[in-house]
Nanobody, 119 residues
């Protein structure tokens, strides 16, 4: 069982920056693919960024060049640095941990953290 706790959400003005952090409870964090997803009101949850256990990254087109995902396997954390934020980035952001070999069995979510981009 992996428990994920997000932090760092809040209110930011357009063009501003926020950094989200996700702390994982598992000592085997390093073998999981870690990702950030978001869900805006009335919309489906969507992928924001993923970093695989091997260090490869995938970003949604809407955040490329603005957001950066990073992980620290020694600290069991994965962060999302969000720059040049837009009102369309407003959403609840969720941390995800999934086993690359058994995704149907080992797939965990955090409780979410609200990010609001508004002037």
């Amino acid at each position: 069982q992996v428990q994920l706790v997000e932090s760092g959400g809040g209110l930011v003005q357009p063009g501003g920056s926020l950094r989200l952090s996700c702390a994982a409870s598992s000592s085997i964090f390093s073998i999981y693919d870690m990702g950030w997803y978001r869900q805006a009101p009335g919309k489906q949850r969507e992928l924001v960024a993923v970093m695989t256990s091997g260090g490869d990254t995938v970003y949604a087109d809407s955040v490329k060049g603005r957001f950066t995902i990073s992980r620290d396997n020694a600290k069991n954390t994965v962060d999302l640095q969000m720059n040049s934020q837009k009102p369309t980035d407003t959403a609840v952001y969720y941390c995800n941990a999934v086993s690359p070999t058994s995704p149907e069995k080992y797939d965990y979510w955090g409780q979410g953290t609200q990010v609001t981009v508004s002037s």
